[in-house]
C-alpha cells in the first residue's frame, strides 16, 4: 500500500497520522489505515493506529472499534482504558454481558475510577436485573464521586429497587439538586414516590468518564516507570499551569503526557532521558513530543533546574 503523502518510512506516517489527529482532520482515518497495513502486527505504530481507529468508530460503528480494541488488548491487557472502550463497545451493541465483563477488568485495575464502578453497577442493575450485584459498585462510585448528579442518580435507582425507598427518594432529589437540567431525575423522583415497580425508570446507557486525560496518562507512565509520587505531583502541577497559561486543544492525550514527562525529565537534569525513550513508551512519535515540549518549554520559559518545578520546590 502506498504511504501518505511525503511519507517513506513508518515513522514519516505516524507522524502524519498525529498531525492530522491533533487537527480532527478527515485525513486521520485513512493515515491510520495506512498505518495498520505497513506496520509490523503488535509494533507500538501498529498498536497506535489500532487504538485510534477504535475510538475513531465508537459511535458509528461499535463493531468495528471492538475489533481495533480487541488487537490492542491481545498486547496491552493491563491498559484499563482500553478494558472500558471495549466496555463501550458492546454496551452500545447490547451485549451487556460482554460489556459488563470489559468494565470489571477496568474497574479491578484502576479502580480508583468512579465511571468505571458507575457504568458497571448501572448495567448490572438496569441490563442484567442484579441490584443486589450492583449496589457495590454503585456506592463505590457515589464514595469516589458525591456530587456528581448521574451517579448519585444511578446509586438512588438501584437502592430504590433494593427496596430502601426513603433512602433513595433522598438520593433522588439529591441528583435532581446537582442536575436540575436533567430531566431523568424528576422521572426517577416520580418512579420512587409511585413505589419503585419492577420496570425500571431507567435505560441501560453508559458514558466515557468526563476526566482529565492528559493528567491520568502521565500519572499512570510516570509511576509505571518509577518516579516518585513528589515528582508525579510536579509534573500535573505543571501541566495545571500550562492550562492556565494558554488554551490548549487536546485530542491526543498522549502526546502531552509524553512531554510533560520529558519536562519533568529536563528539570531534573536526568541522564539518558531522551525524547525517543518517553515516546515509545507513550506509544506516539519522537517528533510530537519534541513539538509539544517546546511548546511547554516557551510558554513557561521552562529551564533545567527550574525551581518551580524542581525538587527543591
Not at 453508559?206 to 508525579?232: F, L, N, Q, W
Amino acid at each position: 500500500m502506498q504511504m501518505g503523502r511525503g511519507a517513506s518510512t513508518i515513522e514519516e506516517l505516524w507522524e502524519q497520522a498525529e498531525e492530522a489527529l491533533e487537527a480532527s482532520s478527515k485525513r486521520a482515518e485513512g493515515l491510520l489505515t495506512q498505518m495498520v497495513f505497513a506496520a509490523d502486527e503488535g509494533s507500538d505504530a501498529s498498536l497506535f493506529a489500532h487504538r485510534h481507529l477504535a475510538e475513531l468508530h465508537l459511535e458509528d460503528n461499535p463493531w468495528k472499534a471492538a475489533l481495533h480494541l480487541r488487537r490492542v488488548l491481545s498486547h496491552c491487557a493491563e491498559d484499563d482504558i482500553l478494558h472500558a472502550l471495549m466496555g463501550l463497545c458492546h454496551a452500545l451493541l447490547g451485549n451487556y454481558r460482554v460489556a459488563v465483563r470489559s468494565y470489571r477488568d477496568a474497574s479491578s485495575l484502576a479502580p480508583q475510577t468512579p465511571w468505571y464502578h458507575h457504568n458497571l453497577g448501572h448495567l448490572m442493575d438496569v441490563a442484567l436485573d442484579d441490584p443486589s450485584g450492583a449496589y457495590p459498585h454503585l456506592r463505590r462510585a457515589y464514595e469516589l464521586e458525591p456530587e456528581h448528579d448521574e451517579i448519585i442518580g444511578s446509586l438512588a435507582h438501584c437502592v430504590a429497587r433494593l427496596g430502601d425507598l426513603d433512602a433513595a427518594l433522598e438520593l433522588a432529589e439529591l441528583a435532581q439538586a446537582q442536575g436540575p437540567c436533567n430531566p431523568d431525575h424528576r422521572g426517577l423522583i416520580d418512579w420512587i414516590q409511585a413505589g419503585a415497580t419492577d420496570t425500571a425508570a431507567a435505560k441501560a446507557t453508559v458514558r466515557r468518564p468526563p476526566s482529565d486525560r492528559v493528567a491520568e496518562t502521565v500519572h499512570r507512565k510516570m509511576e509505571e516507570a518509577g518516579y516518585s509520587r513528589d515528582e508525579i505531583e510536579r509534573a500535573t502541577q505543571l501541566w495545571s499551569d500550562m492550562q492556565a497559561q494558554c488554551e490548549l486543544r487536546v485530542t491526543k492525550p498522549e502526546v502531552l503526557a509524553a512531554a510533560l514527562e520529558y519536562a519533568i525529565a529536563v528539570v531534573e537534569q536526568r541522564p539518558g532521558c531522551t525524547q525517543a525513550e518517553v515516546a515509545r513508551r507513550y506509544g506516539v512519535a519522537p517528533t510530537s513530543v519534541s513539538a509539544r515540549f517546546a511548546q511547554i518549554r516557551n510558554a513557561l520559559a521552562l529551564r533545567p533546574g527550574d525551581p518551580r518545578y524542581a525538587a527543591s520546590r
